[in-house]
T-cell receptor, first 113, second 115 residues
């Protein structure tokens, strides 16, 4: 059983560009959350998707947007990239909205130059 | 503001000893607390969680203690092994809207196991 998979694993973008990160949740999971983890810090909650809708959002600007597909996979889009967006982006999935045990993917390391 | 924080950034212990990692939280509405282990280059791995109506929960070689009076959470790892070397995060979760909210993580404690 595959766990949470994210792609790509590493990415380098230029300031001002746009990026799309992808996540496939653990089999059977229907809730996907995205987190940003700066070097040496704990993950910061970006937003959560359930039933193809954004259910909750953290303190991130509108440049960060997302989408969930009918198969529960999800995308994170970041527009107008800033140098400060360089981080590890983590996707977490859970069995159903309301459970606590979230399984994380390996993350996508985004470097903005 | 509401936050979850850790007391020590780095903890060094001898192999075979017990480790205790501490965490303080300030959100009294938190109803779940979770410990994650993150190894270099990997995503956080779930270790154990505890509900706010519990004081203690045990897993395999790990025990989580919750003291709601002083808003303190700890993770005890028995007989630490080299594979326990990692960064440990505590995270809190609340259900303000009925479902699980996004997790709030602390900064992490780097556990170093010395041979």
């Amino acid at each position: 059983d595959a766990g949470v998979t994210q792609s790509p694993t590493h990415l380098i973008k230029t300031r001002g560009q746009q990026v799309t990160l992808r996540c496939s949740p653990k089999s059977g999971h229907d809730t996907v959350s995205w987190y940003q983890q700066a070097l040496g810090q704990g993950p910061q909650f970006i937003f959560q998707y359930y039933e193809e809708e954004e259910r909750q959002r953290g303190n991130f600007p509108d440049r960060f947007s997302g989408h969930q597909f009918p198969n529960y996979s999800s995308e994170l889009n970041v527009n107008a990239l800033l140098l400060g967006d360089s981080a590890l982006y983590l996707c977490a999935s859970s069995l159903e909205w309301g459970t606590t045990e979230a399984f994380f993917g390996q993350g996508t390391r985004l470097t903005v130059v | 503001g509401e936050s979850v924080g850790l007391h020590l950034p780095t903890l060094s212990v001898q192999e075979g000893d017990n480790s205790i990692i501490n965490c303080a939280y300030s959100n009294s509405a938190s109803d779940y607390f979770i410990w994650y282990k993150q190894e270099s280059g990997k995503g956080p791995q779930f270790i154990i969680d505890i509900r706010s109506n519990m004081d203690k929960r045990q897993g395999q070689r790990v025990t989580v203690l919750l003291n709601k009076t002083v808003k303190h959470l700890s993770l005890q790892i028995a007989a630490t092994q080299p594979g326990d070397s990692a960064v440990y995060f505590c995270a809190e979760n609340s259900h303000s809207g009925g479902g699980a909210d996004g997790l709030t993580f602390g900064k992490g404690t780097h556990l170093i196991i010395q041979p």
